[in-house]
T-cell receptor, first 114, second 112 residues
Framework: SQELEQSPQSLIVQEGKNLTINCTSS?????LYWYKQKYGEGLIFLMM?????EEKSHEKITAKLDEKKQQSSLHITASQPSHAGIYLC??????????????FGRGTQLTVWP | NAGVTQTPKFQVLKTGQSMTLQCAQD?????MYWYRQDPGMGLRLIYY???????DKGEVPNGYNVSRLNKREFSLRLESAAPSQTSVYFC???????????FGSGTRLTVV
């Protein structure tokens, strides 16, 4: 199975600060997904990365996948209270029968205080 | 615009009771999944169904059964609930391949 390590486990930042969340895989990533979860709610899809060196942005959130496809980062610029929640990275299982099965990291709890 | 619908949203069970969690999707997705989320553990796959008529075990299947009733519906059954099954359960669906999942809003289950 795919093992994903997320760091940090929790993050508390002041509004307006930049922050980075990391996701490291034990295996080559065939597809890396970032989700956000607000307390008591389901997961909201943010971005998906597939190619080495790929970078995607949406509003103030940028996700990158390294060239070796074993590490991804999620960067938030000028954080706002609306960014608070749990961020999870998920990796596709890869070849064969595990393709399309997502394995998740343990999540990063982000708190943004005014 | 419903996406993935889970029922119930909350449930309290006594040890040994049984119940079925319901999940339905209206996106014509082939694949459906059941995950559980526990503090500090992230999401762990219980069972999944790659297509109508097929089901397979995930990482933590013990104590659960599933039924893929049709393409839309995928239910999760606890035959004899245990306190260790206290968790938040999420259903998800996907087109399969390298597409992401769409998640339901979850069922918060407490077993006392």
């Amino acid at each position: 199975s795919q093992e994903l390590e997320q760091s940090p486990q929790s993050l508390i930042v002041q509004e307006g600060k930049n922050l980075t969340i990391n996701c490291t895989s034990s295996k080559t990533l065939y597809g890396l997904y970032w989700y956000k979860q607000k307390y008591g709610e389901g997961l909201i899809f943010l971005m998906m990365l597939q190619k080495g060196g790929e970078e995607k942005s949406h509003e103030k959130i940028t996700a990158k996948l390294d060239e070796k496809k074993q590490q991804s980062s999620l960067h938030i610029t000028a954080s706002q209270p609306s960014h608070a929640g749990i961020y999870l990275c998920g990796a596709d299982g890869g070849r064969g029968s595990t393709l399309g099965r997502l394995y998740f990291g343990r999540g990063t709890q982000l708190t943004v205080w005014p | 615009n419903a996406g993935v619908t889970q029922t119930p949203k909350f449930q309290v069970l006594k040890t040994g009771q049984s119940m079925t969690l319901q999940c339905a999707q209206d996106m014509n997705h082939n694949s459906m999944y059941w995950y559980r989320q526990d503090p500090g553990m992230g999401l762990r796959l219980i069972y999944y169904s790659a297509s109508e008529g097929t089901t397979d075990k995930g990482e933590v299947p013990n104590g659960y059964n599933v039924s893929r009733l049709n393409k839309r519906e995928f239910s999760l059954r606890l035959e004899s609930a245990a306190p260790s099954q206290t968790s938040v359960y999420f259903c998800a669906s996907s087109q399969g391949g390298l597409y992401g999942y769409t998640f339901g809003s979850g069922t918060r289950l407490t077993v006392v």
